[in-house]
């Protein structure tokens, strides 16, 4: 585990600079993962981008000190604090309705963003003048590019990953359309979803589609968030030109055999809200099955990983 980074007098930088038109909004919901966050805070105040910027971050009631830990070595960040967790869908909505930036980054406390990400990032997303969003490149601390990628899990996709078609035809844009192991992580593309690992958004795009929808606490808000977008007629882009090390997973496995549940209950009710025709139902009902299987299959492992 990253250690704890040390105090830093850049971070007040935003707080103490001349007053600017405010371009960029950081927020970050955490749930006990202390280090983790305040190494990615230490990697976004030595970036000090060349606008007018801020960081949110709203913790979901931590034990680890988390709080205490921002509000004493980065006093310039505005601190939000939950009496409960209020999971990462309410979380991005309190700092997104606290913010005011331009564009509004969602991003997970588990990264590290090297120096001109944010710089980099912003200008690609300006560029299109009609894309909602901007996913990057993930890397995990093996140096391994993770697949960040997929398409929408409309009924079809999930039954034919329910059905292990897609691992038959991987290389499929029909069969293997929800996992997509052929995507090229070289090239940059209009994609369906990127992980929300790192989801950059143009204020102007969040105020035509609305913010997270809270049915969805943990997972699948940013799918139906991007989802929604596209049926607004914007764009999702994906660019390997900025590339972040992402540790990955340092809350959910806090929670490991209760996220593998919460994963396959988000995947229904996704199902339920934007595929809810009766000519859908034969395939709702494959996932439905095959998805509590394998959710149930998943949760063992993990416990016994865990344990």
């Known amino acids: 585990m990253p250690q704890s980074a040390p105090s830093d007098q850049r971070a007040t930088a935003s707080a103490s600079s001349a007053p600017r038109p405010m371009r960029l909004s950081i927020v970050i919901v955490n749930w006990n993962t202390r280090a983790y966050l305040l190494e990615a ?3 976004i105040h030595a970036q000090m981008p060349d606008v007018g910027w801020e960081v949110i971050v709203v913790d979901n009631a931590s034990h680890d000190g988390s709080g205490a830990a921002v509000a004493d070595r980065y006093p310039g960040v505005h601190l939000i604090e ?4 209020a999971g990462y869908a309410r979380g991005n909505n309190q700092g997104i309705e606290r913010s005011s930036g331009e564009f509004v980054l969602l991003l997970n406390p588990d990264v590290v963003l090297p120096p001109s990400t944010l ?3 912003m200008a690609i997303l300006s560029g299109a003048s009609n894309a909602a969003a901007l996913g990057v490149r993930l890397v995990g601390a093996d140096g391994v590019v993770q697949r960040s990628i997929r398409g929408f899990p409309t009924p079809l996709a999930v039954a034919c990953e329910a059905l292990g078609l897609s ?3 991987p290389h499929s844009r029909l069969l293997a359309s929800y996992r997509m192991p052929w995507f090229d ?5 209009e994609v369906d979803q990127p992980m929300g690992t790192f989801l950059l958004i143009r204020r102007a795009a969040l105020e035509s589609i ?3 929808d809270e049915r969805f606490p ?6 139906d968030w991007c989802l929604r977008a596209r049926r607004k007629g914007f764009t999702i882009l994906y660019t390997p030109e900025v590339e972040i090390l992402h540790y990955g997973g340092a809350s959910t496995r806090q929670a490991a055999p209760a996220m593998a549940w919460e994963s396959r209950r988000g995947l229904l009710r996704f199902l339920r809200k934007h595929y809810p025709g009766p000519q859908y139902a034969p395939l709702y009902w494959v996932a439905v099955w095959t998805s509590w299987l394998y959710a149930g299959w998943t949760g ?8």
Not at 82 to 85: A, E
Not at 301 to 306: K, L, T
């Open 41 to 43: 805070l230490e990697s």
């Open 82 to 85: 939950n009496g409960d967790n």
């Open 119 to 121: 710089e980099r990032a």
């Open 167 to 169: 691992r038959l035809f």
């Open 185 to 189: 992580y070289d090239a940059p593309s």
């Open 210 to 212: 609305g913010a997270l």
């Open 218 to 223: 943990i997972f699948f808000n940013e799918v």
């Open 300 to 307: 063992i492992r993990r416990s016994r990983r865990s344990g």
